[in-house]
């Protein structure tokens, strides 16, 4: 019992984590990119992964170790594969932003040069993250409600 709290309350508090940073991501990026600004979009950066990490280690155990409704029931519910492929879509869109930013980090500590030049896409790939974002909150809400089945 104190277990399935503990992973409830993770995956939930994950939530608000990870939508303002991916939100400080995309104003961060917007902004002037030098110094104190790439700083802050580094920050929200890694706010942002470890809200992801949080979200897909927590819900995966959730779901798939029989803690909560069981694999069965999530795997049989449309909206369940809809909330997937949901958080397949964000995970897609941000392999580019993912990997520039890592490279910004490592030409940073180098003093080298950093091309922003893809910062304002990469704005915007976070503000439609956010929208997907709500959409698996409303698809998740859905199946707790046993719709789909």
Do not use: C
């Amino acid at each position: 019992m104190t277990l399935r709290w503990v992973l409830a309350s993770l995956h939930l508090l994950a939530l608000p984590l990870g939508v303002a940073a991916v939100w400080a991501r995309a104003r961060a990026l917007r902004g002037p990119l030098e110094g104190a600004g790439l700083r802050r979009a580094f920050a929200a950066d890694a706010l942002w992964g470890l809200a992801a990490v949080i979200w897909i280690l927590t819900g995966a155990w959730r779901a798939f170790s029989g803690l909560e409704k069981g694999a069965a029931y999530y795997l049989q519910n449309p909206l369940f594969h809809a909330k997937l492929g949901l958080l397949g879509l964000i995970l897609a869109l941000e392999i580019w932003p993912m990997a520039a930013l890592i490279r910004w980090r490592l030409q940073h500590r180098r003093g080298q040069p950093v091309d922003t030049s893809h910062a304002r896409t990469f704005a915007r790939i976070s503000e439609v993250q956010i929208v997907l974002v709500v959409l698996m909150v409303l698809a998740a809400t859905a199946i707790a409600r046993g719709l789909g089945t």
